[in-house]
């Protein structure tokens, strides 16, 4: 039920661009009226401002579903986010999509829903569904979807593909924008790409990026979720840019959400000196104005979406009001938890160790001739995109025809298997993930959701996948004395359980990963996830084979 009341503090209007001790009346859900007020004590007031919003964010990739994200992320001040259901579509299509908006609809948070454009992302990868032009037209005429979710086949809209073109074109019939992903695109392509009708993008990883696609009319997404963290490469835009940026979060894990949101990128652009004005612009006004969302920004006759902050320096929240409703307060959420019945698509039967083997032989020109080279994917702390190397195949162990890790290069074996149905399993080598015993295997590995496991030993491989097919998806860690699992039954993505208590396990699993296989990445579970994403560059793994982004063809 909508909350009449009134309160005051020191109001932040960021549209006047000042701050001033005022007193605001809620009637019905609704701010009625602000009104400046005379108070000696201003100094002790708390500041009340417009409520967070999260521009891009995949909530799949909490291991949440949308109920329980909404539960954590109140408390940072969060009051809505910018959702785009792409994980989830391409595991259940439709239904997937189906199913976040109607969670999301049982608890007092405003999400807002894309319609995904790339299911799957490539044709050079198995997902477990796809969406036309015809479906993506459906769904853009929903009401509860805002925009176009990123176009990331970039290269369908520089050399128009028909079917990207259309989905395009019925976003732009609907009035509704639509959202950008080109890494690393620059130039006359990066012209012809924003010219298509594509109006913003998360992927920038340099400040000279992004100002030439500012440069162009595009609108900037400063990214930093659990994996990819591009803040201090673009913060410094700001200054002069604020008006054409905002914040997101893209991908979070649960342990990092249940410790902080877009609250925490508000703090950190503070201790950058950038002016808190153009910060709020940022953090709460540009969203809703882009993606024309229902959320209030702080005005008389919106609805009374605010938050109050202890201060304008560490963002301390003290209440989160959604629709007049206080829906977290000191820390405490007070949205409740919802049932929900799991959808699901895994089909693949569990592993053998013969099934993982990486042969030292290939066949040739029409016969079989010894592999002297071996491809490697780096993976890099912090970024999406990969660096493509190649080994003398001295540097790895060899042993009856076979190729195995090397801990003391680093040079572990990565697998991709197809959850799906049973087919030929994926390998390849990849580098920086640090572990020097066990294996650890998710069936979160974007975007086609398949099983994705990097090991020191095929025993321990193969352990750790067959967990997770236990668990019809999962995460899961093995060392030589321990093994731990958190299963995802909600499409082999999310668990349906209380947020807190999936962000304490994923801690200990993270933990387990970190100091007893020694792991030496900050987020080794999120940046696994990654390693099968075809379209950021440079080198991946598909459950089809090793994949070159450059070339957009199989090594």
Known sequence: MASSFKTEGNLVDVWKKEIYPAEIIVENGKIKSITRINHSTNSLFNYILPGFVDSHVHVESSMLVPSEFARLAVVHGSVGSVNDPHEIANVCGLEGVEFMIENGKKVNFKFNFGAPSCVPATIFETAGAALKSDAVKKLLEKDEIKYLSEMMNFPGVLFKDDEVLKKIKYAHELNKPVDGHAPGLRGEDAKKYIEAGIST???????????????????????????????????????????????????????????????????????????????????????????????????????????????????????????????????????????????????????????????????????????????????????????????????????????????????????????????????????????????????????????????????????????????????????????????????????ADDGYKVAGAYTAIDKMVKQELKSTLVAPFMTLSFMALLVIPHLKLSDMGLFDGDTFSFV
């Open 201 to 495: 993008d998360h992927e920038c990883f340099t400040d000279a990026e992004a100002l030439d696609k500012l440069k162009y009319g595009m609108k900037i997404l400063i990214r930093e979720g659990s994996a990819a963290k591009n803040f201090e490469a673009l913060i410094n835009l700001m200054h002069e840019h604020y008006e054409n940026m905002m914040f997101c979060s893209d991908d979070k894990h649960p342990d990092s959400l249940a410790v902080g949101h877009i609250n925490q990128l508000c703090s950190r652009a503070v201790a950058k000196g950038i002016d808190i004005f153009k910060i709020l612009q940022a953090a709460c006004i540009n969203p809703v104005l882009h993606y024309k969302l229902d959320i209030g920004l702080l005005r008389e006759g919106d609805d009374a979406d605010f938050i109050v902050a202890e201060d304008l320096i560490n963002f301390k929240i003290k209440q989160t009001y959604i629709n007049g409703e206080l829906v977290a307060e000191n820390g405490k959420s007070f949205i409740q938890s919802v049932p929900v019945i799991a959808i699901n698509n895994f089909h693949c039967a569990e592993i053998t160790k013969d099934q993982i083997q990486f042969s030292l032989q290939r066949w040739g020109h029409h016969e079989q001739e010894n592999i002297e080279q071996v491809h490697v994917i780096e993976a890099l702390e912090g970024q999406l995109i990969t660096n493509k190397l190649i080994y003398p195949i001295t540097d790895f162990n060899v042993e009856d025809g076979c190729i195995y890790s090397n801990t003391e290069k680093d040079l572990l074996k990565m697998v991709v298997v197809n959850r799906y149905f049973n087919a030929p399993i994926a390998k390849t080598f990849i580098k920086n993930f640090g572990l020097q015993e066990g294996a650890i295997a998710s069936s979160v590995a974007h975007d086609s959701h398949n099983i994705v496991a990097v090991g020191v030993d095929d025993l321990s491989l193969t352990r750790a996948i067959n967990l997770v097919i236990q668990q019809k998806g999962g995460v899961s860690a093995v060392s030589i004395n321990n093994e731990k699992v958190l299963g995802l039954p909600v499409a082999g993505l999310m668990s």
